[in-house]
């Protein structure tokens, strides 16, 4: 099967979709796919610099990245005028591509699809939007049950739509070393109870939580709050949030690191925190890549009680505390560092189901969905 993936990201870059779909495309690939990663030719970042993608990412170089011409102008600008200029221009250099190129689908995460191509597979994560741009998609990929019964409701056939939560490496996790290696390594404290958030601190511009886990920490005297992740403009915000609440000297910010250093800093905790608020993205939309690299690790986790999550999560393999409520979130993780037996418990059991949630059963599943709409 010949798959063309579309998408208008910068490649690399250290945005969370860029990392998914780069190993999605290594985990199609696996499956026996012939994967063109088709993607506009943009400027470098400052974080991705010139980097090789493929190793930026972590993943295998076993799919070709092609990058097609766009107007990209004023690199850098909030313009949403320069915004649809370039993802304009991009699609219509992907259109004229996709005529001389034979492929047998064509996958993406852009809705702007449904204004240049027919019979496309699109994948959802979010279910916002005019129903006029996915009407020319052949099948949806949905991250939770939530977004497919709205598509539902638009009238799209629920026979056409699949859930599928996202995934992790667990070939990333596989070799993790001690807490003690992992905090000397990470120059963090051994003497401390660590609690760690990793990834970044907001999703279009909305808090993650992370407000209310540094509140939390003046009712958790016996911890530090270690924040792995965020821009520069993020990462000051919180850290000016904690020191006019006197915690200054209890909350670490790493600031962005590498991916393949993730697991490194996961072993360092003694516990890991999701603390999403409860607005309907995470409610409904969200299957946050944190979570599975939670799982991977076996360190025990709080998260805040959302459906969205309740999709992935059970009792067993997580501490569930009301969204926004920071007591309450105190309180679990004080009960967790009080009790390391019944935590290690917890973080086995999540270890064991993250089994189910890798990338390349994710492609399995979805390349073989893909064959049976073909075929119907």
Known sequence: MKLAYLSTARVPDDWAHVFHIMHMCEAFAHQGAEVKLVVPRRGATPTGGRQDPFEYNGV????????????????????????YIRNISFFISARFYLWFIKVDVIYTREAWAGYFFRNFFFEAHTAQGRSLLFSGARSIVCLTSFIKDIFVKRGFPARNILVEPDAVNLKQFAH??????????????????????????????????LHAAITAMKAVPEA???????DREHVEEYRS??????????????????HASVPVYLSAFDVVVAPFPDIEHYRLYMSPLKVFEYMASGIPMVVSDLPSLREILTEKTARFV???????????LNNLLSHPDIAQVQGLAARKEVERYTWDKRAERILGFIRNILFQ
């Open 176 to 209: 993790l070393i001690p807490k003690v290696e992992a905090r000397t390594k990470c120059g963090l404290p051994q003497d401390k109870s660590l609690i760690g958030y990793v990834g970044t601190l907001k999703t279009m511009n909305i808090d993650k939580g």
């Open 224 to 230: 530090m709050l270690v924040v792995v992740g965020g």
């Open 60 to 83: 295998e170089s076993n799919f070709t990245i092609v990058r097609l011409p766009c107007l990209d102008l004023f690199p850098g600008t909030t313009s949403r005028l320069l915004f």
């Open 241 to 258: 949030l904690a020191e006019h609440g006197g915690l200054a000297s209890r909350v670490i910010f790493t600031g962005t690191v590498p």
């Open 322 to 332: 009301k969204a926004g409520d920071v007591k309450e979130l105190a309180l679990a």
